[in-house]
């Protein structure tokens, strides 16, 4: 059975950080890109980073860049995404999330997120 469990959200005063992290099981983590997306209330989802294989390649949407910072350990089959400089729109659920495309199937697994509240 796969499971993406997420922890470490809650609420941090602007300027504070959070690290979230994502446990996965149930498939082979290493093969698999690990995602970070966001939704806040009344938007759409956001992919906020991403992560491949051992960790060589990343990216991040450009409201991020030089803020937050994903990585994986493929030994705990866990992803991590450190937030530092929080800003008040940084407020939103955070899911994680595993895709892979494999022989013309993608598969796609999802968490069911953490909550990160940015306020005074």
């Known amino acids: 059975q796969v499971r993406l469990v997420e922890s470490g959200g809650g609420l941090v005063q602007p300027g504070g950080s959070l690290r979230l992290s994502c446990a996965a099981s149930?498939?082979?983590?290493?093969?698999?890109?690990m995602k970070w997306y966001r939704q806040a209330p009344g938007k759409e989802r956001e992919l906020v980073a991403a992560?491949?294989?051992?960790?060589?390649?990343?990216n991040y949407t450009d409201s991020v860049k030089g803020r937050f910072t994903i990585s994986r350990d493929n030994a705990k089959n866990t992803v991590y995404l450190q937030m530092n400089s929080l800003k008040p729109e940084d407020t939103a659920v955070y899911y994680c999330?595993?895709?892979?495309?494999?022989?013309?199937?993608?598969?796609?697994?999802w968490g069911q997120g953490t909550q990160v509240t940015v306020s005074s």
């Open positions: 999330n595993a895709w892979r495309t494999f022989a013309g199937n993608n598969y796609n697994y």
């Open positions: 149930g498939f082979t983590f290493s093969l698999y890109v």
């Open positions: 992560i491949i294989g051992v960790g060589d390649t990343t």
